[in-house]
């Protein structure tokens, strides 16, 4: 199955902003709290607390760090600056000068907030995708999107756009191929006489007897079981299926018992 089902538009959307949050989302997702701030003030210089701080709010947003902690959107770093009173957000530029302290502090935001590595759960996602595939008969877009809410949900890191692709189209077609084979339909079913035909009709026969209250292996007529019935074969009307085994008690009163369709 090829990996390359995603639309252009959709793999530009994974992993980065595809524009400016809207103001909901601001004031959720990018409102820094008691505890963000503490995690920000161990830092010192502007700078390297506003870039802490843009790569905590993104993470939070996207689900992943940015490979550029600086891609984002100018209203984001305003806002980020404001809260932490930095009046010239431009200061962020030297934060990538050292590209060791964008990592340590990648290290440090997924401790405090017990983010996960994707490697730790992909086998679990795995099986969660396949058995997701098999139940629902989704198409590979649909289960990729299954499959980042379901790394959103469980706190863990969004890897390549690569690596899921190809995971989602591993578990879709390993799920396709255990699908089970539809038996083909007997073409003597609608004619009666296929009850001695086909093994898989003789063993429907058996199955629906059993079904209506019948035993495993049909009593003679007249003959009377130790369970008050005593069972007796009737021809085939309108609407019934073959045999059925219609049940009289000790009374002599005839029950209404019919096979099941």
Known sequence: MPVDFLSDSEAAKYGRYGGPPSRAEMEKIFFLDNEDMALIKGHRG???????????????????????????????????????????????????????????????????????DFASAETELAGKVRAHAWNTGDGPTALFQYAVRWLRQNDVLLPGISTLTRLVARE????????????????????????????????ARRSRIWSAGGPARPRRPGRRSSSRWTWSPRSAAPGWAGWSWTPRCRSGGWMNWPATA
């Open 46 to 116: 502007r700078h390297i607390r506003c870039g802490f701080a843009l790569q905590l709010v993104t993470v939070r947003y996207l689900g992943c760090f940015l490979a550029d902690p600086l891609e984002v959107p100018n209203e984001v770093l305003n806002v980020v600056a404001a809260q932490l009173g930095i009046e010239d957000p431009s200061c962020v530029k030297r934060y990538t000068e050292r590209d060791k302290t964008r990592l340590e502090h990648t290290w440090e935001i997924a401790k405090a907030f017990g983010l996960k």
């Open 172 to 203: 879709r077609e390993r799920a396709t191929r255990e699908l089970p084979t539809p038996w083909p339909r007997c073409s003597a079913r609608s004619s009666g006489r296929c009850w001695t035909r086909c093994w898989r009709c003789r063993r």
